[in-house]
């Protein structure tokens, strides 16, 4: 495996681990406390580093304003979304849906430059994922109320969305040459203002996770602040479809995260990991072109910020 792509395969078991760690932990207002934490904490740490590196800093918002805007919009979408929905259905079910679709999200956009067997695996994927995700959230989803189901799954498949949209940007700014330091640095803006807005809107929720605030800081710097500056590095660096490709192991991973912490063994789950992982790993190594220019650009728009 190459470099970006084994460097995003650590960022994938560190978020995994993570995940499984949060899923039951932590109720709406705990889950935006988070959020700003762990994103506050992620733009000071590489803006400092950024500085002491002499990066490009204020150059790139200058020359990139607007993918940096795209970029804290996309960011704020797949991440809020994502640990929110963690509130409403089991981190199995919400991570097998946001990462499953997304080499199909990738293939579609390449348009006539992705091959049939993009779609066919992207697919593949998918029905496997998804199989995983019946497997270990069946029981559990089914105790979910219809209401809470169909808003935790809506705001997966949002996260899903936005993060293939993160690969397919991260992959331009990769070309454009600007350091992952520096994305890192000024891509968290809109998540963490956003999550402290939502949070404010319910004070008394505030004075209950103030004893929580040490665990949530530990946690962030481990499923954000590490993982996502190596994601940054990768999705620069690698082709897009493989990157999505090796993050549709999560569901996987997450799920014997949570066998680590206490949820209960299956051996079909199990199976299911392993034929996961083995399709993802084999097909990220597959040599393939260069990645094209996506067909949908318009998410994605080009020109100065000035």
Same mark, same amino acid.
């Given at each position: 495996m190459n470099a970006p792509l084994a460097l995003i395969g650590v960022a994938v078991l560190l978020q995994a681990g993570s995940s499984g760690f949060l899923s039951g932990r932590l109720d709406g207002a705990q889950s935006l406390l988070f959020s700003t934490i762990a994103f506050a904490l992620a733009t000071v740490v590489f803006t400092v580093i950024d500085r002491v590196r002499r990066g490009p800093g204020r150059g790139v918002l200058r020359a990139h304003g607007r993918l940096m805007v795209t970029a804290n919009v996309l960011t704020a979408v797949t991440f809020i979304s994502f640990y929110l929905s963690l509130v409403y259905v089991p981190a199995a079910l919400a991570v097998s849906i946001e990462t499953a679709i997304g080499p199909l999200v990738i293939a579609i956009a390449?348009?006539?430059? /992705?091959?049939?067997?993009?779609?066919?695996?992207?697919?593949?994927?998918?029905?496997?994922?998804?199989a995983l995700a019946l497997r270990l959230s069946g029981d559990a989803a089914g105790a979910v109320p219809m209401?809470?189901?169909?808003?935790?799954?809506?705001?997966?498949?949002?996260?899903?969305?936005?993060?293939?949209?993160?690969? #397919?940007?991260?992959?331009?700014?990769?070309? #454009?040459?600007?350091?992952?330091?520096?994305?890192? /640095?000024?891509?968290?803006?809109?998540?963490?203002? /956003?999550?402290?807005?939502?949070?404010?809107?319910?004070?008394?929720?505030?004075?209950?996770?103030?004893?929580?605030?040490?665990?949530?800081?530990?946690?962030? #710097?481990?499923?954000?602040?590490?993982?996502?500056? #190596?994601?940054?590095?990768?999705?620069?660096?690698?082709d897009s479809l493989g990157a999505m490709t090796l993050i549709t192991t999560m569901p996987g991973l997450t799920y014997l995260a949570q066998v680590a912490f206490g949820a209960p063994f299956d051996p079909w789950a199990l199976a299911l990991t392993v034929v996961i992982t083995v399709i993802a790993v084999g097909y990220a190594r597959m040599p393939r072109p260069a990645d094209p220019e996506p067909a949908v650009v318009v998410s994605l728009p080009q020109g100065s910020g000035r």
């Open positions: 390449a348009g006539r430059a /992705a091959r049939i067997g993009d779609h066919l695996v992207g697919w593949v994927l998918i029905g496997c994922s998804g209401g809470r189901l169909v808003t935790g799954v809506g705001l997966a498949l949002l996260a899903g969305l936005g993060a293939a949209g993160l690969a #397919l940007l991260s992959k331009r700014l990769g070309r #454009l040459a600007v350091p992952p330091v520096t994305v890192t /640095a000024n891509r968290f803006h809109l998540t963490y203002l /956003a999550a402290l807005v939502l949070l404010a809107l319910d004070p008394p929720a505030v004075a209950e996770v103030r004893t929580r605030l040490p665990l949530l800081v530990l946690v962030g #710097l481990v499923a954000v602040v590490v993982p996502l500056y #190596l994601l940054q590095v990768g999705l620069q660096r690698a």
